[in-house]
């Protein structure tokens, strides 16, 4: 197992309890540095609560938790140094210019000046805000702004960059922007991204996820292992005849298929190996075929109960229960 020193975060049976509301409840965390690690999680399920401790803005009031190698409790200010945050709400003066934003955070992190002036222009390249620099902050779009956020999250060079729902309220395009700009940064400066999320699409930008859901964390893995111990491919074969289609599958393959009006309807855990044994074994003309893996709503749905589209849309519905597996 990799050391403390080794690991960007590491958590030892965290808690937080507030009041009487248990928030987050045993974490045990061990992230590696360099990678991006995603929390996914219902509303409430104790993400925030997380970053906010491991951030040093909130004590946890059991276990322990480490960021770059340093105890969040005892040594808070080796933490701060390591750590940049992004958070959910925008914290931005909107009467500043771009550069003025990110000059007076760095003259408050005590960054020297010419330092800083270098800093905020290499910063300003990295998420692409150079052309705008000059203009107040309240003409900028959401996407701007969280840009100009991340910029501001790196001005202290930190080691682990927690970001709280980064692209929350933003549209597909824009997101996918901010998305390049993080890739990039993961890549130039090889730093730790840590992030909270109910974005499916942003999910699937991490190395790493942790599904948490009433303040425990349900399942880890890369989002393809997460994937893949959840459910097989779903494999859609359109034949000249579909009756005798869906027989020869349970016959012959021992998979079970169902034939309706769409076709014949199978899961399999390797839907592109399957096809062309199919089509070489069965003796029946294939028409077409539709081979779609597993998504993480999937997995989502499997651990919390919920979809992560009703989720962002509202509470626990009927349908949702009823397709817990
Ligand atoms: N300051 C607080 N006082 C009391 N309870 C709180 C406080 N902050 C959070 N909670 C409760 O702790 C639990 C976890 O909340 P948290 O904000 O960490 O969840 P989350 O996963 O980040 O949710 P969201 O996705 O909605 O941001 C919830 O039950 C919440 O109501």
């Known amino acids: 197992m990799a050391t403390t020193d080794e690991l960007a975060v590491r958590t030892e049976d965290l808690g937080k309890t507030y009041g009487d509301t248990p928030a987050v409840v045993g974490l045990d965390l061990a992230v590696p540095r360099g990678v991006t690690f995603g929390f996914l999680g219902p509303n409430g399920a104790g993400k925030t609560t997380t970053i906010n401790m491991l951030c040093t803005l909130l004590r946890p009031t059991a276990g322990r938790a480490f960021v770059a190698g340093h105890d969040v409790v005892a040594e808070p200010h080796a933490v701060r140094e390591r750590l940049g945050l992004v958070f959910q709400e925008t914290t931005l003066d909107m009467d500043l210019t771009a550069q003025e934003a990110l000059r007076f955070h760095a003259e408050l992190f005590g960054v020297p000046w010419r330092q800083s002036r270098r800093t905020v222009a290499a910063l300003l390249e990295l998420v692409g805000l150079t052309e705008c620099r000059s203009r107040p902050v309240r003409e900028f779009s959401g996407g701007m702004r969280r840009r100009l956020e991340i910029a501001r999250g790196l001005l202290t060079a930190p080691q682990v960059l927690f970001l709280d729902e980064p692209t929350t309220g933003l549209d597909p395009q824009t997101r996918t922007v901010i998305w390049e700009h993080l890739h990039r940064l993961r890549q130039e400066r090889g730093i730790t991204l840590f992030l909270t999320t109910h974005h499916l699409e942003e999910a699937e930008h991490c190395d790493l996820l942790a599904i948490m859901d009433n303040g425990q964390v349900e399942v880890e893995g890369t989002p393809a292992e997460l994937k893949a111990e959840v459910a097989g491919d779903t494999v859609l074969l359109r034949t000249r005849d579909d009756v005798a289609a869906a027989r020869v599958v349970g016959e012959r393959f021992g998979i079970e298929a169902s034939s309706g009006p769409e076709g014949v309807r199978l899961s ?41 589209r009703a989720e962002r849309s509202g509470p626990l519905t009927v349908e949702d229960v009823g397709r817990r597996r």
Not at 271 to 290: D, L, R, Y
């Open 268 to 308: 399999v855990a390797d839907g592109a190996a399957f096809v062309p044994k199919f089509c070489a074994e069965a003796g029946i003309p294939v028409v077409s075929a539709t081979v779609t893996p597993p998504s993480l709503d999937d997995v989502f749905l499997h651990h919390t109960g919920r979809t992560i």
